[in-house]
């Protein structure tokens, strides 16, 4: 006799939440919302419940019938994979993005401005007409009713006039002439401004039991309106823009402020993006505790210098530049403002760098923070489970950190997830419902919603492609946009002048050779980026900042002491060239071609004859000639049948102690690619990635 087999059956959020309506005694109507892509696999199952019949069936073969205030309505963004047996059970309702505009999102917001906002504003202003040139003589008094319906309508269209002359044409500015690194939407970006303005703005009202500022400062409050309108549409709706992109914004908001004689006005160095705003003492401290005119004042004063010392991992030195200074003090004063940030830009840009030297060095003690990585395989279960772990049970239903802590979630490789067969990202979706719930559902206690309170998102990922997958914009309005452009070539020059000049002031006989080996290698790297461009049949050729990294990181590895003579110089800087962008290339002509502007750059930077320099035998460096001693030194290796002998030695000693011996014959070939892998691999978190065809065994 076969034994019983039982099975098990749980209900899923639906069912759970079903049979409570059912069961209730109340007649309410109730509406069950399925907020989130449509997929066919389950959307099909629900088409016994969108018909008159409106049963739900489960797989158990129980049915249950729902009543006739039970309604089910879809939220979803596209119906690209709904089938037409759904889509016809179902009323239809569109909402076209162009139709609401940006004017609720204004309206709403001057409407839900801090009382005190317009009372400060009376007093800075409406005082000094009727008489009173002191800010405080209503300070602890009434404020008389006869001129406060006309104040909050003339503070209101001065914001109002200040988004006409910005707000709207910087807008058509965006979408007819800026190429964004990723797709923005008009709506969000609005409310990305406000919340900037909100930040400002809040402190009046005795944000975080603090009091409001002193008296005297309140007098800034009209000057300060249109620097805190220009600067919020700078890291808003000029922020999602290339680097190209950011010059023709910053010449156009230079002119309009000229135009409409806006004080005060940007320096004339550099871009708008290079300054911050200083207050005047109204949030900002000044020197001396009086109030001064608003400034503005560029992101790379009083930030100090480097100090790169010999024990120092190449992996750890950070030069500040003006794009990580900018961007970590704009995390930073996002997050200050409960908001959540969104890092977009190309690989090597530095987004994963600036924000963890932000989160685990430069917050305020009361933010907790943790580090996330998506990577194909993540699941939205995974993803739930590891950020309930780190919250604490506030009470019944509510979760968060600590009690007067904040939690900061850092994830990386945001849009890695892999799209299911109908295109959805559960971890995705997964972010997206706690955005727009405040929380998600308890995957023990079953149809238990759990609210997560006192928890922002930071996020960084690369633009769509190679690997990468587009991020549904339903999520995206959550987050404040943070570019990371290219750096250009004055930062270049900052970050790898300062790494080299650090290497070459051990020993004084490099000096004169700082600048051509510079800016050869960066010329170098401009040029690669440039022309050695992805194909179908070359689709690894991507070069970025951390290729150009490479080059320095292995001339790095040489004791500069050794280095007697230009030419010694020349092999070292050829080497670390070729084995960074020559290594990758497929063929002979690429790699004659990439040889031939080595060579170049030799004859007009070193002004040294490429044939002399480099001399007609291969050039390797190794650390492993000399097997007896236990400090290695990356040298120039001269001796090729020495070479040939030391590896045939560990070749031996290898066979000798292991139960599966290799049989390799190590020719020039093998011999030299042992170097290149060596090379890698003795680099801190150096990765070799070995691409040829199958069967040619050289390892």
Same mark, same amino acid.
């Given at each position: 006799?076969?034994?019983?087999?039982? #099975?098990?059956?749980?209900?899923?959020?639906?069912?759970?939440?079903?049979?409570?309506?059912?069961?209730?005694?109340?007649? !309410?109507?109730? =509406?069950?919302?399925?907020?989130?892509?449509?997929?066919?696999?389950?959307?099909?199952?629900?088409?016994?419940?969108?018909?008159?019949?409106?049963?739900?069936?489960?797989?158990?073969?129980?049915?249950?019938?729902?009543?006739?205030?039970?309604?089910?309505?879809?939220?979803?963004?596209?119906?690209?994979?709904?089938?037409?047996?759904?889509?016809?059970?179902?009323?239809?309702?569109?909402?076209?993005?162009?139709?609401?505009?940006?004017?609720?999102?204004?309206? $709403?917001?001057?409407?839900?401005?801090?009382?005190?906002?317009?009372?400060?504003?009376?007093?800075?202003?409406?005082?000094?007409?009727?008489?009173?040139?002191?800010?405080?003589?209503?300070?602890?008094?009434?404020?008389?009713?006869?001129?406060?319906?006309?104040?909050?309508?003339?503070?209101?269209?001065?914001?109002?006039?200040?988004?006409?002359?910005?707000?709207?044409?910087?807008?058509?500015?965006?979408?007819?002439?800026?190429?964004?690194?990723?797709?923005?939407?008009?709506?969000?970006?609005?409310?990305?401004?406000?919340?900037?303005?909100?930040?400002?703005?809040?402190?009046?009202?005795?944000?975080?039991?603090?009091?409001?500022?002193?008296?005297?400062?309140?007098?800034?409050?009209?000057?300060?309106?249109?620097?805190?309108?220009?600067?919020?549409?700078? =890291?808003?709706?000029?922020?999602? $823009? !290339?680097?190209? @992109?950011?010059?023709?914004?910053?010449?156009?908001?230079?002119?309009?402020?000229?135009?409409?004689?806006?004080?005060?006005?940007?320096?004339?160095?550099?871009?708008?993006? !290079?300054?911050?705003?200083?207050?005047?003492?109204?949030?900002?401290?000044?020197?001396?505790?009086?109030?001064?005119?608003?400034?503005?004042?560029?992101?790379?004063?009083?930030?100090?210098?480097?100090?790169?010392?010999?024990?120092?991992?190449?992996?750890?030195?950070?030069?500040?530049?003006?794009?990580?200074?900018?961007?970590?003090?704009?995390?930073?004063?996002?997050?200050?403002?409960?908001?959540?940030?969104?890092?977009?830009?190309?690989?090597?840009?530095?987004?994963?760098?600036?924000?963890?030297?932000?989160?685990?060095?430069?917050?305020?003690?009361?933010?907790?923070?943790?580090?996330?990585?998506?990577?194909?395989?993540?699941?939205?279960?995974?993803?739930?489970?590891?950020? !309930?772990?780190?919250?604490?049970?506030?009470?019944?239903?509510?979760?968060?950190?600590?009690?007067?802590?904040?939690?900061?979630?850092?994830?990386?490789?945001?849009?890695?997830?892999?799209?299911?067969?109908?295109?959805?990202?559960?971890?995705?979706?997964?972010?997206?419902?706690?955005?727009?719930?405040?929380?998600?559902?308890?995957?023990?206690?079953?149809?238990? *919603?759990?609210?997560?309170?006192?928890?922002? *998102?930071?996020?960084?990922?690369?633009?769509?492609?190679?690997?990468?997958?587009? #991020?549904?914009?339903?999520?995206?309005?959550? *987050?404040?946009?943070?570019?990371?452009?290219?750096?250009?070539?004055?930062?270049?020059?900052?970050?790898?002048?300062?790494?080299?000049?650090?290497?070459?002031?051990?020993?004084?006989?490099?000096?004169?050779?700082?600048?051509?080996?510079?800016?050869?290698?960066?010329?170098?790297?401009?040029?690669?980026?440039?022309?050695?461009?992805?194909?179908?049949?070359?689709?690894?050729?991507?070069?970025?900042?951390?290729?150009?990294?490479?080059?320095?990181? @292995?001339?790095?590895?040489?004791?500069?002491?050794?280095?007697?003579?230009?030419?010694?110089?020349?092999?070292?800087?050829?080497?670390?060239? $070729?084995?960074?962008?020559?290594?990758?290339?497929?063929?002979?002509?690429?790699?004659? =071609?990439?040889?031939?502007?080595?060579?170049?750059?030799?004859?007009?930077?070193?002004?040294?004859?490429?044939?002399?320099?480099?001399?007609?035998?291969?050039?390797?460096?190794?650390?492993?000639?000399?097997?007896?001693?236990?400090?290695?030194?990356?040298?120039?290796?001269?001796?090729?049948?020495?070479?040939?002998?030391?590896?045939?030695?560990?070749?031996?000693?290898?066979?000798?102690?292991?139960?599966?011996?290799?049989?390799?014959?190590?020719?020039?070939?093998?011999?030299?690619?042992? $170097?290149?892998?060596?090379?890698?691999?003795?680099?801190?978190?150096?990765?070799?990635?070995?691409?040829?065809?199958?069967?040619?065994?050289?390892?």
């Amino acid at each position: 006799m076969l034994p019983l087999l039982i #099975v098990s059956r749980t209900d899923g959020i639906l069912p759970s939440l079903v049979r409570i309506g059912v069961s209730a005694p109340e007649t !309410d109507k109730r =509406w069950y919302i399925f907020d989130g892509p449509v997929d066919a696999v389950w959307i099909e199952n629900m088409n016994t419940v969108l018909d008159d019949n409106k049963k739900l069936c489960l797989s158990s073969g129980e049915i249950i019938k729902l009543r006739d205030t039970m309604t089910m309505m879809f939220e979803v963004a596209d119906l690209a994979v709904a089938s037409p047996a759904t889509v016809s059970r179902c009323g239809m309702v569109y909402l076209e993005p162009g139709v609401l505009g940006l004017e609720p999102y204004i309206n $709403c917001w001057i409407k839900r401005l801090p009382p005190g906002v317009i009372n400060i504003y009376y007093q800075s202003n409406i005082l000094k007409i009727i008489g009173y040139n002191n800010i405080g003589f209503f300070q602890g008094r009434p404020i008389p009713t006869y001129g406060h319906d006309h104040l909050a309508v003339e503070y209101a269209e001065k914001f109002r006039s200040l988004f006409e002359i910005y707000l709207y044409p910087s807008m058509e500015l965006l979408r007819n002439h800026l190429k964004e690194i990723l797709t923005s939407v008009d709506s969000a970006l609005v409310q990305c401004l406000l919340r900037l303005l909100d930040f400002r703005l809040i402190p009046l009202s005795g944000k975080d039991n603090k009091p409001p500022p002193a008296p005297q400062y309140l007098k800034l409050i009209p000057n300060l309106l249109i620097s805190w309108v220009v600067f919020s549409l700078t =890291w808003t709706i000029g922020c999602t $823009c !290339d680097h190209d @992109g950011r010059e023709i914004f910053s010449n156009w908001l230079r002119q309009t402020m000229l135009d409409n004689c806006h004080e005060p006005q940007f320096p004339e160095l550099g871009l708008v993006y !290079d300054y911050r705003l200083h207050d005047g003492g109204f949030t900002d401290p000044t020197e001396d505790g009086e109030p001064k005119a608003p400034n503005w004042h560029n992101w790379m004063e009083r930030v100090e210098e480097t100090k790169i010392t010999v024990d120092m991992r190449y992996s750890d030195i950070e030069v500040p530049t003006i794009h990580n200074v900018r961007n970590a003090e704009l995390i930073g004063t996002l997050l200050m403002n409960e908001d959540n940030v969104l890092c977009v830009g190309p690989t090597g840009t530095g987004k994963t760098l600036t924000v963890i030297g932000k989160l685990a060095k430069n917050m305020h003690k009361k933010f907790i923070c943790d580090f996330i990585t998506f990577s194909a395989r993540t699941s939205a279960n995974q993803t739930q489970d590891l950020i !309930d772990s780190k919250l604490d049970r506030r009470r019944r239903g509510v979760f968060g950190p600590p009690v007067l802590k904040r939690q900061i979630f850092f994830i990386d490789d945001f849009n890695m997830p892999a799209l299911e067969v109908y295109g959805a990202q559960p971890p995705i979706e997964l972010i997206r419902q706690w955005m727009d719930f405040s929380g998600w559902y308890d995957r023990k206690n079953i149809g238990e *919603f759990r609210t997560i309170i006192d928890v922002n *998102f930071v996020a960084a990922m690369g633009p769509p492609g190679g690997g990468r997958n587009p #991020v549904t914009a339903r999520l995206l309005r959550h *987050f404040h946009y943070l570019a990371f452009t290219e750096l250009d070539e004055s930062s270049k020059q900052t970050i790898f002048g300062t790494i080299l000049k650090f290497w070459m002031d051990r020993t004084q006989n490099l000096e004169e050779f700082f600048e051509p080996l510079l800016l050869a290698t960066l010329e170098v790297y401009v040029t690669i980026v440039r022309e050695l461009l992805p194909t179908p049949a070359k689709t690894h050729y991507t070069f970025n900042l951390r290729d150009l990294s490479k080059v320095f990181q @292995g001339m790095l590895m040489v004791d500069p002491e050794t280095l007697s003579d230009v030419d010694e110089i020349i092999r070292l800087w050829y080497h670390e060239c $070729c084995r960074v962008y020559q290594d990758r290339l497929i063929n002979d002509a690429d790699r004659h =071609w990439f040889d031939e502007i080595l060579k170049t750059k030799i004859n007009v930077e070193f002004k040294r004859d490429p044939q002399l320099a480099l001399g007609e035998q291969v050039i390797l460096f190794g650390d492993f000639l000399d097997p007896t001693t236990d400090i290695r030194h990356y040298v120039h290796i001269t001796d090729m049948n020495k070479l040939s002998q030391v590896l045939d030695h560990y070749l031996s000693d290898y066979n000798t102690q292991s139960t599966r011996p290799m049989k390799l014959v190590l020719f020039l070939d093998a011999i030299a690619h042992v $170097c290149r892998i060596s090379r890698i691999i003795r680099q801190p978190m150096g990765n070799a990635l070995l691409l040829g065809m199958g069967g040619w065994y050289y390892f």
